[in-house]
């Protein structure tokens, strides 16, 4: 049996117990931007429940122009106008000397892919760089509630990071 598998057999289970339908505006007006990993519970993490917030993630939690698409769509579509990033500790996109993602699929498949990498070098840094990204964004409305922290993948404590911060 597949993973998929199992996942859809608990399902049933989930079903059973389901207690929707929930409104379609996030009831808390919140959007969290986080990383993909698979340690990071942000549900978990912040005590979240479904129908509070907007969740975008993608591999570093990083601000790309589709996560300010889903941001605007958040904030005007959604009626959120608080943002919340979260990147974490041990990140698989944290770089190091020769590490790269595009230049092994270029030499595998002879193609280059168009996306930036979007690796970085230090995770609080990224974050600023996030915060940043957004604070100079047009097209997000509510840019007046923007916080970014780090979440600690061995204590699975949240450390706010701000713009002296340095790790
Ligand atoms: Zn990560």
């Known amino acids: 049996m597949s993973a998929t598998e199992r996942y859809l057999a608990n399902n049933a289970d989930y079903a059973s117990r389901f207690a929707g339908p929930l409104a379609m505006e996030p009831s808390q007006h919140v959007a969290v931007v986080a990383c993909m990993d698979a340690r990071l519970n942000v549900y978990g993490a912040l005590g979240l429940r479904e129908g509070e917030a907007s969740v975008i993630r993608n591999a570093g939690g990083v601000i790309t122009e589709d996560v300010i698409r889903s941001l605007a769509v958040s904030q005007q579509l959604l009626k959120t106008h608080e943002i919340i990033l979260?990147?974490?500790?041990?990140?698989?996109?944290?770089?190091?000397?020769?590490?790269?993602?595009?230049?092994?699929?270029?030499?595998?498949?002879?193609?280059?892919?168009?996306?930036?990498e979007e690796s970085f070098h230090d995770v609080a840094t990224d974050v600023q760089r996030s915060i940043s990204r957004i604070q100079a964004s047009p097209y997000i409305p509510h840019r007046d509630s923007v916080r970014g922290f780090v979440l600690d993948i061995a204590t699975g404590q949240l450390e706010e990071v701000t713009s002296h911060s340095r790790r």
């Open 86 to 116: 979260i990147h974490h500790t041990d990140c698989r996109m944290l770089a190091f000397p020769g590490y790269t993602l595009k230049e092994p699929i270029r030499s595998d498949w002879g193609m280059l892919p168009p996306w930036p």
